[in-house]
């Protein structure tokens, strides 16, 4: 099994850190943001990554070359970020036809990732109950498909999923950038076909100068 991160995006409310640094290359202990998913991911035995990369690219493209243990990551730039969904749909021809599994390279999570199915009709999302910066949540579970209600839902999506990119096939004509939770999921989450579990573990999106420093400071106390 493959699986992709996402790596491209600009971190602009990480702003003075990222002015020169991509949000995947901030520390969090002594490894990268992206270091820990690769090392999460290796751990149940992902062998091969696909990684996309646009904002100060070059700098994640090295700085994952440099480390011997990192072997096979196929890196795809983009000229210009393309969203989370364009980037999976641009990485489609990389990413085959068995299901991978989605990561996003900014977060800090101790989420259970042997829990994830080996398979899906569609996609299976990791759902985390919601933090303060996402009251609302993004969606609800009835029975263990994905439902969104019109006021509040109780999980919001971790970043992690599941993908059987035949789900990608439809948005082939769709000009990046978009994103993938509305143009990709919602479409399918609309007819159930997407699943998902809640995971209450420690989760966090390092969006912002106190979640990084959050993220951090959970680091030190497991230490």
Known sequence: MKAMILAAGEGKRLQ???LKTPKPLLKVGSSSLIEHQINRLSDIGIKNFIVNVSYLGEQITESLKDNSHYQNITFIEEPFPYGTGGALVNAMDRLGDDPFILCNADIFTKIDLTKLPSTTEAAHLIGTPNPKHNSD????VLGNSVIINEQANHLTWSGISLINPKILKG????????DIWNTVF?????NQKITA????SLWIDVGTIDRLELARASLKEEN
């Open 186 to 190: 919602k479409p399918f989450i609309k």
């Open 137 to 140: 949540g993004d969606f609800s």
């Open 197 to 200: 579990h809640q995971d209450a």
């Open 16 to 18: 003075p850190l990222t």
């Open 171 to 178: 948005c082939l004509e769709i000009s990046f950038p978009f």
